[in-house]
């Protein structure tokens, strides 16, 4: 070999050769990452304060999301409301019409809460009867971290499934509208209705067919006057400092 064979016959590359080799690899890292950023699944909720996206994150929570994105494409979450504030805590709503009657649901899904996902300020979740595997279509936002809601070896959580990405100012404001008694609610229910106009789905990606619209309202408990053996109904009225006890502003009975 003369001094001008500069190949890499010794596994030395010339730069041009590593050129050549670097194309492929920066190819396949560009497609990688338009397929990722093809199966974000994102919704946007609607309401008369304004609007928020949430990107789900269904490696964590397939079995939530599913369900939730169910309730989503056979428009059932259009015109419920926001039925309990709690400024620096959470706001829930879905589960409730204008009208303040309990919207129908499909069944209940297992609880996903031990997926690693904490509720940490402007994270999603699913709200539930007093037992673990009862959430069907309330969904919550985080307004503030609440460890308390997450699981511990000792008690079930709440299972979160996405984040806010958009419009998280649109939740602080709904967070500190004015509370009190609304309808069948005692307490913590907007003065002024904030109302889910719609939630709709940004984008596809690998989101699943729609699920079949509900026809039947469920039967739903009073809360218990003691506290449960399992965790509470909906997330307790104020952040407490150990494990909540008896669940307050749950849905009402039908």
């Given at each position: 070999?003369g001094?001008w064979?500069?190949?890499?016959?010794?596994?030395i590359?010339?730069?041009?050769?590593k050129?050549?080799?670097?194309?492929?690899?920066?190819?396949?890292?560009?497609l990688?990452?338009?397929?990722?950023?093809?199966?974000?699944?994102?919704?946007?909720?609607?309401?008369?304060?304004?609007?928020?996206v949430?990107?789900?994150?269904?490696?964590r929570?397939?079995?939530?999301?599913?369900?939730?994105?169910?309730?989503?494409?056979?428009?059932?979450?259009?015109?419920?409301?926001?039925?309990?504030?709690?400024?620096?805590?959470?706001?829930?709503?879905?589960?409730?019409g204008?009208?303040?009657?309990?919207?129908?649901?499909?069944?209940?899904?297992?609880?996903?809460?031990?997926?690693?996902?904490?509720?940490?300020r402007g994270?999603?979740?699913?709200?539930?009867a007093?037992?673990?595997?009862?959430?069907d279509?309330?969904?919550?936002?985080?307004?503030?971290?609440?460890?308390?809601?997450?699981?511990?070896?000792?008690?079930?959580?709440?299972?979160?499934?996405?984040?806010?990405?958009?419009?998280?100012?649109?939740?602080?404001?709904?967070?500190?509208?004015?509370?009190?008694?609304?309808?069948?609610?005692?307490?913590?229910?907007?003065?002024?209705?904030?109302?889910?106009?719609?939630?709709?789905?940004?984008?596809?990606?690998?989101?699943?067919?729609?699920?079949?619209?509900?026809?039947?309202?469920?039967?739903?408990?009073?809360?218990?006057?003691?506290?449960?053996?399992?965790?509470?109904?909906?997330?307790?009225?104020?952040?407490?400092?150990?494990?909540?006890?008896?669940?307050?502003?749950a849905?009402?009975?039908?």
């Amino acid at each position: 070999m003369g001094p001008w064979d500069t190949g890499g016959f010794y596994g030395i590359e010339s730069p041009a050769m590593k050129k050549l080799t670097l194309l492929p690899a920066l190819l396949g890292l560009a497609l990688s990452f338009q397929s990722q950023a093809a199966n974000i699944e994102r919704v946007r909720v609607t309401t008369n304060f304004g609007a928020f996206v949430v990107e789900m994150q269904r490696d964590r929570a397939p079995l939530t999301i599913e369900n939730f994105l169910g309730y989503v494409k056979s428009d059932g979450y259009a015109n419920t409301l926001f039925h309990r504030v709690i400024a620096n805590f959470v706001i829930q709503g879905g589960g409730v019409g204008q009208d303040f009657k309990a919207m129908p649901t499909l069944k209940a899904i297992p609880n996903e809460a031990g997926n690693g996902l904490k509720n940490l300020r402007g994270t999603v979740g699913l709200a539930r009867a007093s037992g673990p595997h009862t959430g069907d279509r309330q969904i919550y936002v985080n307004v503030a971290d609440n460890a308390d809601l997450d699981p511990l070896p000792t008690r079930w959580g709440f299972a979160v499934f996405g984040r806010v990405v958009e419009g998280m100012e649109v939740v602080d404001r709904i967070s500190v509208s004015p509370t009190g008694a609304m309808g069948p609610f005692k307490q913590e229910s907007p003065m002024q209705p904030v109302v889910i106009q719609k939630i709709e789905l940004l984008t596809d990606g690998i989101a699943p067919p729609a699920r079949a619209t509900p026809s039947a309202v469920p039967t739903e408990a009073p809360p218990p006057t003691a506290p449960p053996a399992t965790p509470p109904a909906t997330p307790p009225a104020t952040p407490p400092a150990t494990p909540p006890g008896n669940p307050t502003g749950a849905p009402p009975p039908k």
